[in-house]
């Protein structure tokens, strides 16, 4: 069975932190995806990544950085946790690009708290 | 980002009965998939179709899309307990990213 494996299901941090938050895919997909999901406002998209060692921004990428130094593996880095950062965050991936016609297969989910 | 929106914002029947979700969406498309989310967990891919079909069926999932409305709906035919879940489309434009909604929180009771 196909997967995406978050490495924590829930997180607790304290303000100031660098956080990593680690995700590996075991489907050789292309491309990778963080996004972080908050009420009311839905999936936003922080960071993905269409090959190793590339990286491109979403929409909210402040605050955050990843980095993709294997294929499978796609670490999101909070540089320094704030509370405005208490979310939950997704990985995904995908075999190719979307608009070929292809869906993102997500993760559990990690669910961060910042105090 | 152009969202769109998922209309309506939650839904409640009883088993038995069919849900339907609408997704509305402002710029062109290459696909549009819905997802399904259980409380607190990731996301499950549910369908996919794509800008020149106008209806795909899998299972008990019905999703059609008009583009020269710019919308698409999924129908849950004889809905379950089990299906209680958020659901939510996801646009694809052009070969970028995802762009997904703020989803149908869908409940159905026993």
């Known amino acids: 069975d196909v997967k995406v494996t978050q490495s924590s299901r829930y997180l607790v941090k304290r303000t100031g932190e660098k956080v990593f938050l680690e995700c590996v895919q075991d489907?050789?997909?292309?491309?990778m995806f963080w996004y972080r999901q908050d009420p009311g406002l839905g999936l936003r998209l922080i960071y993905f990544s269409y090959d190793v060692k590339m990286k491109e921004k979403g929409d909210i990428p402040e605050g955050y950085s990843v980095s993709r130094e294997k294929k499978e593996r796609f670490s999101l880095i909070l540089e320094s946790a704030s509370t405005n950062q208490t979310s939950m965050y997704l990985c995904a991936s995908s075999f190719r690009r979307t608009g070929y016609g292809y869906g993102y297969t997500f993760g559990s989910g990690t669910r961060l708290t910042v105090v | 980002s152009q969202q769109g929106e998922e209309d309506p914002q939650a839904l409640s029947i009883q088993e038995g009965e069919n849900a339907t979700m609408n997704c509305s969406y402002k710029t062109s498309i290459n696909n549009l998939q819905w997802y399904r989310q259980n409380s607190g967990r990731g996301l499950v891919h549910l369908i996919l179709i794509r800008s020149n079909e106008r209806e795909k069926h899998s299972g008990r999932l019905r999703v059609t899309l008009d583009t020269s409305k710019k919308s698409s709906s999924l129908l849950i035919t004889a809905s379950r307990a089990a299906d209680t879940a958020s659901y939510f489309c996801a646009r694809a434009m052009g070969y970028s990213t995802l762009t997904f909604g703020k989803g149908t929180m869908l409940l159905v009771s026993p």
């Open positions: 489907m050789d997909h292309e491309n």
